[in-house]
């Protein structure tokens, strides 16, 4: 799964899209620190050597290497929160390279998630959801993933502002 996530580095996703001839562009990009959450890691609180853990980046190259294994954290009575990120993981790119984008109102969803953008897409019954937010605030066209999960529901995506990626 970490082999998978480092085939992300150091490639920025431009990213055009468009609603009634208003027109957004940005770019994302990802490094190790994002995988914690992205997998769900900090929800497993009762792992002190995973949720205590600064470092993440560090904690990224001991998964790398085989030092936290999913043996490991399967010990977590908090496992069943995590799987589904952990099974759905490998389609996180597929989120990158779909023609709709959300512009997103956590008010709308009734959420607590601090995010600009949502990429979602649907899959069978499920769907994949990335929400994103600017890396910083001197430049609010580039982002970076704050949350990857599944959901069986709209929730997320109903009364959102829609934007098309022109393909």
């Given at each position: 799964m970490?082999?998978?996530f480092?085939?992300?580095?150091?490639?920025?996703?431009?990213?055009?899209?468009?609603?009634?001839?208003?027109?957004i562009?940005?770019?994302?990009f990802?490094?190790?620190?994002?995988?914690h959450?992205?997998?769900g890691?900090?929800?497993?609180?009762?792992?002190?050597?995973i949720?205590?853990?600064k470092?993440?980046r560090?904690?990224?190259?001991?998964?790398l290497?085989g030092e936290?294994?999913y043996?490991?954290?399967s010990?977590?009575?908090?496992?069943s929160?995590?799987e589904?990120?952990?099974?759905?993981?490998?389609?996180?790119?597929?989120?990158?390279?779909?023609e709709?984008?959300i512009?997103?109102?956590?008010?709308?969803s009734?959420s607590?998630?601090?995010a600009?953008?949502l990429l979602y897409k649907?899959l069978d019954?499920?769907?994949l959801?990335l929400?994103?937010n600017?890396f910083?605030?001197?430049?609010?066209n580039?982002?970076?993933?704050?949350?990857?999960?599944?959901s069986?529901n709209n929730?997320y995506i109903?009364?959102?502002?829609?934007?098309?990626?022109?393909l």
């Amino acid at each position: 799964m970490c082999n998978f996530f480092k085939n992300f580095f150091h490639i920025d996703y431009q990213i055009t899209a468009e609603k009634n001839n208003k027109e957004i562009e940005f770019t994302v990009f990802f490094n190790e620190d994002h995988f914690h959450h992205l997998i769900g890691l900090h929800k497993l609180v009762d792992l002190p050597n995973i949720i205590g853990v600064k470092n993440k980046r560090a904690q990224f190259h001991n998964i790398l290497e085989g030092e936290v294994s999913y043996e490991s954290i399967s010990k977590s009575y908090y496992i069943s929160e995590v799987e589904e990120r952990l099974n759905w993981f490998h389609r996180l790119e597929s989120l990158l390279q779909n023609e709709i984008i959300i512009k997103f109102d956590k008010r709308k969803s009734y959420s607590s998630i601090q995010a600009t953008l949502l990429l979602y897409k649907k899959l069978d019954c499920v769907y994949l959801h990335l929400f994103l937010n600017p890396f910083n605030d001197k430049n609010r066209n580039i982002l970076i993933p704050c949350s990857f999960f599944s959901s069986e529901n709209n929730k997320y995506i109903a009364k959102q502002e829609v934007y098309n990626v022109p393909l």
